[in-house]
């Protein structure tokens, strides 16, 4: 059964008001219509008919347990727990979220391997490049190719005579050539009259326009070889100066024996990965270091590690604040990995929730309209 993201938006209460609406659009079943039997003949997975732009699916099992699942435009809700049947209805009931465990906890220290060792790599080309493309905000974007749009409804000309095309291809070929130069040209000056950032963006707009122009004559050469059956010109991008040239991305190679030290945080229940869990590392020598996990979960610290570290406080915003410090070393290097229990942040969709026993079909009070039905 579809289950809810962690993290997914909820309202508060039972989030029905974008559907009370449907209240008014139809009766009740009548008492005739609904006879409940033995419990057990209702189990079976439901899914929701009736409403407009909203999906929803109930899992009634035999052993007296449900799972529930709404999704209704950006609004996703999700909820587990008993059902009953009552009279000529099914009720359904969530268990109170507990909170009388921790909402962090300690799983393992680990040692630094292949993966850590891949995503600092990752984060420090980032960085470098980052830099790179604040010192060249004229850079193009990955994989940036110009395309120029087809001449809809139009008929093609008459095909020229085979020298003529490929004049026109060793033009188009020309005029590449001379728009790759202007790049060029037009880079290495911005960089030589732009030590400061806050020299203007006129240069930077010349030299975008310069890209622009270089992309489309190269697209209109290769187009323009292909016409005249030539093979497609060998057209190497602009070479731009030193201070552009952008950090490789090769792969790194694990280092488990480095002094690296990182923690990495995720969801106790899924094993979803945490970004955004701000993590206070407390070493040996009462000093403390701040950190925020991001891709994969992890937060490393920065350069090689000199202290060992013996505890940490985790915290994500909009969650009860907890000053206890969950202590783990003294570590020097490695991963220490900790986990969330995101189901005590979950706002429940519903404490309880009735559904009428119509015939086969369950209608939910809430929005009359609507049949969970079962399927075969």
């Not at 969530?94 to 630094?112: H, M, Q």
């Not at 209109?220 to 952008?246: H, I, M, N, S, Y």
């Not at 020097?332 to 979950?346: E, N, Y």
């Amino acid at each position: 059964m579809t289950r809810g993201k962690p993290g997914a938006r909820r309202h508060g209460g039972f989030g029905w008001l974008a559907l009370a609406w449907l209240a008014l659009a139809a009766p009740t079943p009548s008492a005739a219509q609904a006879r409940p039997a033995d419990p057990a003949r209702f189990a079976g997975h439901y899914y929701l008919s009736g409403v407009m732009e909203t999906g929803s699916e109930l899992l009634l099992r035999a052993d007296g347990s449900f799972e529930w699942y709404l999704s209704y435009g950006a609004l996703d809700q999700a909820a587990q727990g008993t059902w009953r049947v009552e009279g000529d209805a099914i009720v359904l009931a969530t268990a109170p979220v507990r909170t009388d465990k921790p909402l962090f906890s300690y799983l393992a220290t680990e040692p630094w391997g292949a993966e850590a060792e891949q995503e600092r790599h990752r984060r420090i080309l980032a960085e470098a490049e980052a830099i790179v493309r604040a010192r060249c905000p004229f850079l193009p974007e990955p994989d940036v190719e110009a395309m120029l749009p087809p001449m809809i409804g139009t008929v093609g000309p008459t095909p020229a005579p085979a020298p003529v095309l490929r004049e026109r291809a060793a033009a188009a070929l020309r005029a590449a050539v001379s728009s790759r130069t202007q790049v060029e040209s037009l880079a290495r000056r911005w960089i030589s009259d732009n030590a400061s950032p806050d020299s203007g963006d006129a240069g930077v707009d010349r030299v975008l326009a310069a890209q622009s122009a270089w992309l489309n004559a190269r697209y209109a050469a290769f187009e323009a070889a292909r016409e005249a059956g030539l093979p497609k010109p060998l057209l190497t991008d602009p070479v731009l100066p030193g201070q552009c040239t952008l950090p490789g991305d090769e792969e790194p190679t694990p280092q488990p024996s480095a002094r690296q030290l990182g923690v990495r945080v995720t969801d106790l229940a899924s094993q979803q990965p945490m970004r955004n869990v701000q993590v206070l590392l407390r070493y040996a020598d009462g000093s403390d270091e701040r950190l925020t996990t991001g891709s994969g979960g992890f937060a490393f610290v920065a350069g090689t590690a000199a202290k060992q570290a013996t505890s940490a406080t985790l915290h994500i915003d909009g969650a009860p604040t907890s000053d206890k410090a969950i202590a783990f070393g003294p570590l020097g290097s490695g991963i220490v990995r900790f986990a969330v229990d995101l189901q005590q942040l979950a706002t429940p969709a519903f404490t309880t929730f009735r559904l009428r026993v119509a015939g086969a079909a369950l209608i939910p009070e809430s929005f009359p309209k609507g049949r969970y039905e079962r399927q075969p």
